[in-house]
């Protein structure tokens, strides 16, 4: 096993900006740091789940996925662009607050979004399985991938709050932003660019 390669993939996928990840800073710029941490609780117990599920069920979970990545692409999708509407009308004052920092928000969209869903059920059997396929090896890296994304959920919750007086100076136009880069995410993985 190239572990470089694996630790990279890991690492490349959890910090580079997501669904998720975008929430997390949206968060920090409106509630604060302490407040989306709540939601990254939640998302780093649903992404360790993801990925032991992954574990756990490979083979039975490869003979349904084709099946129901559709219907996951198309919900996640809608959640996502439920997400961008709530970030754009963040901070106006004909918007009415809706809490998308909870911990439970957190973990919910862990289950729908298509970018964690096809990570966690791809990196296990495509990394790991072919080298060990004990348990306690599986365990091991599950551990190990969870943590890598608690520490990308954590480093952009960090950098919203170094900054957050710019992104609060700037509220609308950072709120247009990420919520154009929400609909981006949404339309990327309703494989919508794919349909023929």
């Known amino acids: 096993m190239n572990i470089a390669s694996f630790i990279l993939y890991c690492i490349v996928v959890t910090f580079t900006p997501g669904p998720t990840n975008i929430v997390i800073l949206s968060s920090v710029q409106h509630y604060g740091a302490r407040k989306a941490m709540e939601y990254v609780w939640g998302a780093t117990i649903a992404f360790g789940l993801l990925l032991a599920a992954s574990a ?56 729908i979004n298509p970018k964690v869903l096809l990570f966690t059920l791809t990196v296990i059997p495509s990394y790991v399985l072919p080298y060990d396929t004990s348990s306690s090896a599986s365990f091991l890296f599950v551990l190990m991938i969870t943590v890598i994304g608690f520490l990308a959920f954590v480093t952009w919750v960090v950098c919203g709050a170094v900054f957050r007086r710019l992104l609060q100076e700037h509220h609308r136009l950072i709120n247009t932003l990420m919520a154009l880069f929400m609909l981006y995410s949404a339309v990327m993985v309703s494989g919508i660019l794919t349909w023929r």
Not at 82 to 109: E, K, N, W
């Open 56 to 111: 756990l069920l490979n083979r039975v979970l490869t003979g349904i996925i084709p099946n129901i990545l559709g219907i996951m692409q198309i919900a996640g999708s809608v959640y996502m662009l439920y997400l961008a509407y709530q970030i754009y009308r963040m901070g106006r004052a004909d918007a009415t607050p809706v809490q998308t920092t909870s911990f439970t928000s957190g973990l919910l969209m862990q289950f």
